[in-house]
């Protein structure tokens, strides 16, 4: 079955500190790979994502990821987190054989302390 | 309007009852997905549009839940005799067009509590 998985279901960290968040997806042929996040109270808004060409990409806040086809893994990095990225964050994949319906790791809950 | 947008915000209901849950998405997105955020759960797909047509129903959990869209616009999830376990927050999303290149935005979503 198509499915994701997300290694850290809740995180904690220093503002400053260095944030990786892993996910790892089931193979199911080509892949299009998201990072949602979801800030207290907010509804869920696209962080970055990867269709083709360079494995890095970099989206807002200072977020970035890289895809590694031959590990499955789609995993978020950002260098320097601060106490307003405190959010849940989702990784989640949508299978060209399908009609684009996204399929959700469990997500990760990120706690950032001042 | 700028955004998705659903009705109501919060929802709660009685065990046995219908509840009809609605989402008004991006003006011109021709394609509609409905998902489930429940805690034991996660986030799970319900059903996709595309136009006024579901090719995908897919992730309907019963035969109780059902979705429409009209006019290629508003979508209206229903649930008939609402169970315990269909308390979650529903989120409704809209895209340009179907397929996994395009960017879902998604609406605030329809808290339900089944009583």
């Known amino acids: 079955a198509q499915s994701v998985s997300q290694h850290n279901h809740h995180v904690i960290l220093s503002e400053a500190a260095s944030l990786e968040l892993g996910c790892n997806y089931s193979y199911g042929g080509t892949v299009n790979l998201f990072w949602y996040v979801q800030y207290p109270g907010q509804h869920l808004q696209l962080l970055l994502k990867?269709?083709?060409?360079?494995?890095l990409v970099k989206g807002i806040k200072g977020f970035e990821a890289e895809f590694i086809k031959s590990k499955f893994s789609f995993n978020l990095r950002k260098p320097s987190v601060q106490w307003s990225d405190t959010a849940e964050y989702f990784c989640?994949?949508?299978?060209?054989?399908?009609?684009?319906?996204?399929?959700f790791g469990q997500g990760t809950t990120l706690q950032v302390k001042p | 309007g700028a955004g998705v947008s659903q009705s109501p915000s919060n929802k709660v209901t009685e065990k046995g009852k219908d509840v009809e849950l609605r989402c008004d998405p991006i003006?011109?997105?021709?394609?509609l997905y409905w998902y489930r955020q429940s805690l034991g759960q996660g986030l799970e797909f319900l059903i996709y549009f595309q136009g006024n047509s579901a090719p995908d129903k897919s992730g309907l959990p019963s035969d109780r839940f059902s979705a429409e869209r009209t006019g290629g616009s508003v979508s209206t999830l229903t649930i008939q005799r609402t169970q315990q376990e269909d308390s979650a927050v529903y989120l409704c999303a809209s895209s340009s067009g179907g397929g996994g290149k395009n960017i879902q935005y998604f609406g605030a979503g329809t808290r339900l509590s089944v009583l």
């Open positions: 990867y269709f083709s060409g360079d494995p």
């Open positions: 003006s011109g997105h021709t394609a």
């Open positions: 989640a994949v949508t299978y060209s054989s399908n009609t684009g319906k996204l399929i």
